[in-house]
């Protein structure tokens, strides 16, 4: 499958839950490349990076417990920026309090949280169904993602976005 | 990704080269058998067949790029022509059948050309008898005082009489780009309120759950709705409805290729049984208008609904014993409401109403175009659909579709089409041959092309060879031009030959060489049926 240029960013102090985020997303790897940071000031370096190359963050999957800035702060911040502002925010995380939540979900517009430990299927799914919601709101060419996407969501949204037509 | 120069692969920059090297070509090389505005015509012609190819820019581009140097090169108003004047002057009679021309009238085969109506000569053979410099004389019993001689042969007036520019830009609102137009609209708003997924649900209900049924009813709903929707809006929607069938197989079992393929074969083939199925018809059925032959939307069904219900039987045939299934049953549970409000029941009217004038043109005459405007303005006076929805018809469809008939109109015209069918003695072939070497080549061509590019292509060849009369009094022109339409229908042996072949095999489901292998059988028995259809039923019901 060709690779895009939609990048999954995971962010995560801890060596073993980052590997295992990644081990878990293994299939989606090969079109959406994934890139991981150990702190949020990492993570910044790695957006300004790939952006300044002309490629794109489909993905953030944080934890919020992270040495320096917090997790939700980093995700309000890449909210507000507008370059990283259609990216799709996950919280992965077992320590995040209440209010740190709350204030994830109205001032990040979290899209999805997920609880330590989770399971692979789950994250896989979410994964997915992000990724797919971030491809319809954002790309212009579909096709390119049905296979390794969510294939109904996709062909729903070329049915009723008509910008393939015949020819 | 795109990548290289100006984010175009190395084969889309070739085709750029390539094409602009074709627009120049003619004047590097002129033919001396070509008039100027057919070199005009052909740099024209090199250029968009090229870019249409390699689509160094958008096929939908290279249509409104034809439009523009048509009207630029070809037309009575552009730079070429806008002051053009044929340079003439009348023999001056020296004696009985003996007269002075200018020497620069005589060509070399040893004739003059005698200006007869605008766009028209006449070529006269004279002997010279005497040169005198700026003169001629010469002997000739066909000259007469009145006649005008051309005093240069080469003018690019000589046989060509430019069309205004508005013939060009017309064609953008001509009667079947305005019967799509209907149909876009009646397609958006059956989108926006879900009635192309009710009727599926309704339509799929009778063919109950046994998959062999399930196919077959797939295959006849996606053909059904393809038929008055575009080929490849039928097939994205089409898929949502196989998804869930697919996701109740095991794995490994191969009646999911049956299943996902069965979708773009019928809405492909689909698109063959009206006139506003797929835009390949419109090009033909353009063409043929210009020769007073009009194809109603009754006769056109007619024509080609019993070769679409042939083809779709023996496809589903095909599909079944390559990929059998072994599932006893599906659950086909389409979620789903009819929507109930009153702009979906206006819509609900107003569809009704439209096809059934479209489907009964013969019984009441009024052309399909002119009922095809009841959908355009009912849609918007009921707010049915808003501004935004029509922003969102598939605009450059009618351009692609536009620029097509519009190049028909210049090789016609400049009488480039007739050059290009003269160095071949078609007559020979006869019409059988032709059939089959019109059909094998428009099969062969759509399977790489856009099937409107082909059909664009073929058809002002098919309409120079009825013209000039070279196959004689077998030729039928309006059964070829059915053939061509047909023909670039029946192409689906690769994911680029159509847009439902690229949504099908993109699911991922299918197998590029399960695809090919039934896009070649198709195409093969597609040649078949044509040839049977053009020989026994065809002439029945044109007549």
């Keep these: 499958m060709e690779r895009s240029d939609i990048y999954i960013l995971c962010i995560e102090d801890e060596q073993e839950v980052l590997d295992a985020v990644v081990r878990d997303l293994e299939q989606l790897e090969e079109q959406f490349p994934i890139e991981t940071a150990n702190t949020a000031e990492e993570g910044r370096k790695i957006i300004e990076k790939l952006l300044n190359d002309g490629m794109k963050i489909g993905l953030i999957l944080c934890d919020h417990i992270l040495p320096g800035d917090n997790g939700v702060e980093l995700l309000i911040e890449l909210h507000k920026d507008e370059r990283t502002h259609p990216a799709r925010k996950v919280l992965l995380t077992g320590q995040a309090g209440l209010d740190d939540t709350v204030k994830a979900l109205n001032e990040a517009r979290l899209h999805h949280y997920i609880a330590k430990p989770w399971k692979k299927e789950e994250l896989l799914r979410v994964s997915v169904d992000l990724l797919t919601d971030y491809v319809i709101s954002n790309e212009e060419d579909l096709l390119p993602y049905m296979k390794s996407l969510d294939a109904g969501k996709i062909s729903e949204a070329i049915r009723t976005r008509r910008n393939v037509s015949d020819s | 990704m795109k990548s290289g120069v100006l984010g175009l692969t190395p084969i889309q920059i070739t085709g750029l080269f390539l094409g602009i090297f074709g627009l120049i070509l003619p004047f590097l090389l002129p033919l001396e058998t070509l008039s100027t505005a057919g070199q005009l015509g052909m740099g024209i012609f090199l250029m968009a067949a090229v870019f249409w190819m390699f689509e160094p820019i958008p096929i939908y581009a290279t249509s409104m790029l034809v439009i523009f140097l048509q009207i630029i090169l070809l037309s009575a108003q552009g730079p070429v022509y806008m002051d053009a004047e044929l340079p003439v002057s009348e023999p001056v009679a020296l004696e009985e059948e003996t007269w002075q021309i200018p020497s620069s009238a005589l060509q070399e085969d040893g004739t003059v050309l005698v200006a007869k109506e605008p766009g028209e000569t006449e070529s006269v053979r004279v002997n010279v008898i005497d040169r005198n410099g700026q003169h001629v004389i010469v002997q000739s019993d066909e000259l007469s005082q009145d006649h005008e001689i051309v005093t240069d042969p080469g003018h690019r007036l ?32 059956s989108v926006k309120y879900n009635l192309d997924k009710n009727l599926t649900r309704y339509l799929l209900g009778p063919f109950g759950t046994r998959p062999r049924f399930i196919v077959l009813g797939l295959m006849l709903v996606t053909a059904a709705l393809s038929a008055f929707m575009s080929n490849t809006a039928t097939a994205a929607m089409m898929v949502t409805v196989i998804l869930p069938i697919i996701a109740q197989l095991p794995p490994e079992d191969r009646f999911k290729f049956g299943l996902a393929l069965s979708i773009p074969i019928a809405a492909n083939v689909g698109g063959i049984t009206t006139p506003i199925g797929t835009p390949p018809n419109a090009i033909v059925i353009a063409a043929l208008s210009d020769y007073g032959i009009d194809i109603s939307f009754t006769d056109w069904i007619i024509v080609a609904a019993p070769l679409v219900v042939v083809m779709l039987v023996i ?229």
């Design chain 2, 158 to 189: 000589v046989d060509y009489e430019p069309n205004s520019y508005t013939d060009y830009i017309g064609t953008l609102a001509n009667p079947i780009i305005i019967l799509f137009l209907g149909g876009f609209m009646l397609a958006r708003a």
């Design chain 2, 315 to 543: 496809a589903w045939f095909l599909l079944l014993t390559l990929f059998p299934p072994s599932v006893e049953r599906f659950n086909l549970d389409m979620k789903g409401k009819l929507n109930v409000s009153p702009k979906a029941i206006g819509l609900y009217v107003i569809f009704g109403a439209t096809v059934l004038l479209w489907i009964t043109e013969n019984q009441h005459g009024i052309p399909s175009s002119m009922v095809a405007f009841l959908p355009v303005a009912a849609l918007v006076t009921g707010r049915i659909l808003n501004k935004e929805d029509i922003q969102k018809l598939p605009w450059e469809v009618l351009w692609l579709m536009a620029g097509g008939i519009s190049l028909g109109i210049g090789m016609d015209k400049t009488g480039l089409a007739v050059w290009m069918i003269s160095g071949f003695d078609w007559g020979a072939m006869g019409y059988i041959t032709l059939i089959i070497a019109f059909s094998v080549v428009a099969i062969a061509m759509s399977n790489f092309l856009s099937n409107t590019v082909t059909a664009t292509l073929l058809m002002p060849l098919v309409i120079s060879l009825h013209t000039s009369g070279v196959m004689g009094e077998d030729f039928n022109l309006l059964i070829t031009g059915i053939v061509i339409a047909v023909a670039c229908s029946l192409a689906m042996a690769l994911p680029i030959s159509t847009p439902p072949n690229a949504i099908a095999m993109s699911t991922g489901i299918i197998r590029t060489k399960d695809m090919a292998k039934m896009g070649v059988i198709i195409g093969v028995i597609g040649l078949l049926i044509i040839l049977a259809y053009a020989v026994f039923y065809w002439p029945l019901v044109t007549n």
